[in-house]
Structure formats: structure tokens, C-alpha cells
């Protein structure tokens, strides 16, 4: 199968309602699913982000999605329920309009039924993240789109110029906070100008030693703190650097298979022997020794992520996708 074109803002198939999957279709999905997959894939390969994609956005009219956050999920004839009226509100994308945005209203919480490739019955509870993300996605199986939930008329904004705005938003609030960087940040901000990045290490006014503590002190959510984690690799002694987004726990089980080996966290003395730094305040780059990097694929959803740098007080912020580029690190899931 192959990357099939995504079907854009426009195209008066988006707003057809799809109809039911059969049971007797069920054994001729596969290749559907294929093709969602592999459009999925390609469109995060070239725009960094993307996690799930409704078969309308391909042209196909079945009520079907496809997912694939930490591992690949098929929804078919998926239904909502929403256990209460609690509601969020966020900017919303979609890959149908991949450079606009729209700030829309979602539940906090849902709960989905569906039936999997098997024909099995299904039920998940979802908050958060992944409900506005299934709630996104099932819309498209009836024909809205995200443009259609706008909350009011300003809602819509470029996602080229919302980062600006926020980026120098959340850059001039921590550089109210800009102190003289001490040794162990300005070896960090040293090390990025020598990899020709153009990162300003800033110097926060409170302790951010945890990510909840740096998202606040930034103004960002917390998957958006990139936190450095040293691993021993068991078998070998050997160290390893997990870099991962702020809510999620490393899984040392599927690291250990990614690796070919069982891994632990590292104690605080190999970590400053291998880093140079402590706890707390490990960056991803300018280490003492060359240490083999996973990347954590969650850490893509975001245009813009912060890092410590080099101190529980210090951070700088980057696009993801420079992190392969500065750590040589490898793109998997660590959950």
C-alpha cells in the first residue's frame, strides 16, 4: 500500500457523512487501514506532527479511524459518550488544513465504543489530549470539520503566526527573569552556538528542578518540557539518554527492547560523571562523554519545546525536530 493524498479544506467530501462499516467489509479493511497508516506516517515525516486520521480524509466514506500514538489503534463505527459536562478549550489543527488553526471547545473526557479488526467490542475512557483528539477525529466521520466549532470569529489564526506571537509571549516573560548565566548553563549555551543553533539559554527566577515546576515558570504545558533522563544500560554499564516529553513515564521494558538490553535509571553520580551536570538540570546536548540518545516521539506534537540547561534554573527553548540534528538521537516511543 502507499501515502495516499490527504483531502484538503474545500473538497466537498469532507462534509459528506460517512456510512457504517459492515461486518461482512470488515476482512477487506486491511488495505484501507494500510493506506491510513502510511498517509499518517508521511504526513508526520514531513510536518512533525499528526496523530490519528479519519478514511473521509482519503476519500474513503466509512465511518473509520485511524490512530497511532504510543501503538496503532482501528476505530470502527466508533461512538462518544461524555460522562459529564466538564469542556476545555484549545487550538485545534487538522491535516485537511495543516497551517490553520482553530480554537474550539471539546469535553475533557469521553468514552468511545468501537469494534477493532476482529469484530471484537470495544469501549476506552479518554481525558485530556487524546478525548479532544478522538472527538476531532469522529467529527470528520460525520462530516464537520474543526472550522465548523470555531468559538467565535477570532478563533482562527496561521500556525506560523500563532508560534511567533507566543514564542516572543513566553520568550519576554522569562526574560523579565534573565539573570548572568552561571558556568554550567553558559557551557550549555556555548555548546549551541558551536552547533550553529541559534538558542538563548534563559535563566528562570524560580527553581524549575521538575517539569511541572518549569512549564509553569515558562507559561507551557508540561508534554512540552523535554526532560534529558540517563539510563545504565545493564548488560554493558553503558549510559543512555532518554529524552522525553514532560507527562510521560519512560518505560525501561520497551526501552530495554529498543536497546537490545534491560536499562535503569542511572544514580546521581554516573549521571554528573557521564553529563557533568546534576539532576535536575541535565540538557540534551554538551555532555562530558558521547552518550547514545532516544527522542521521544510524543515531544513532535508541539512546535516549540523547552529543555533544561544545565541548572534546575536554566532552560532554552528549540523545535523539536532540531533534537535528532543536536543529540544524534534516535525517534522511538518510550512508553
Known sequence: MAAREILQLGDPLLHRICEPVLREECDGLASVVEDLRDTLQA??????IGRAIAAPQIGVLKRLVYLEVREPVVFINPELQFPDDAMMELWDDC???????????????????????????????????????LQHECDHLDGILATARAIDGRA??????????????????????????????????????????????????????????????????????????????????????VIASGTNRVSE???????????????????????GFAIGGVPPVAHRETIPTLVDADLFRFDQIWAAAGTPHSVFALDPKELPRLTGGKVVSVT
Open 43 to 48: 504526513f508526520r515525516y514531513r510536518h512533525g
Open 95 to 133: 491535516m485537511s488544513f495543516p497551517n490553520l488553526l482553530v480554537r474550539v471547545r471539546r469535553y475533557r473526557r469521553c468514552r468511545i465504543t468501537y469494534r477493532d479488526l476482529s469484530w471484537t467490542r470495544r469501549e476506552l475512557s479518554l481525558e485530556n489530549d487524546l478525548s479532544e483528539l
Open 156 to 241: 482562527f489564526a496561521f500556525r506560523s503566526e500563532l508560534h511567533r506571537s507566543s514564542n516572543e509571549n513566553a520568550v519576554q516573560s522569562v526574560t523579565d527573569a534573565i539573570r548572568s548565566l552561571p558556568a554550567s548553563a553558559q557551557r550549555v549555551q556555548d555548546a549551541l552556538r558551536a552547533y550553529g543553533a541559534e538558542f538563548t539559554v534563559l535563566q528562570l527566577p524560580d527553581s524549575a528542578r521538575t517539569a511541572k515546576q518549569a512549564a509553569d515558570a515558562i507559561g507551557c504545558s508540561v508534554p512540552q518540557i523535554a526532560k534529558s533522563l540517563v539510563f545504565r544500560q545493564k548488560a554493558s554499564g553503558e549510559p543512555l539518554l
Open 253 to 275: 521494558e520497551r526501552v530495554g527492547e529498543i536497546v537490545g538490553q534491560q536499562v535503569v535509571m542511572a544514580d546521581a553520580e554516573m549521571v554528573r560523571a557521564v553529563t
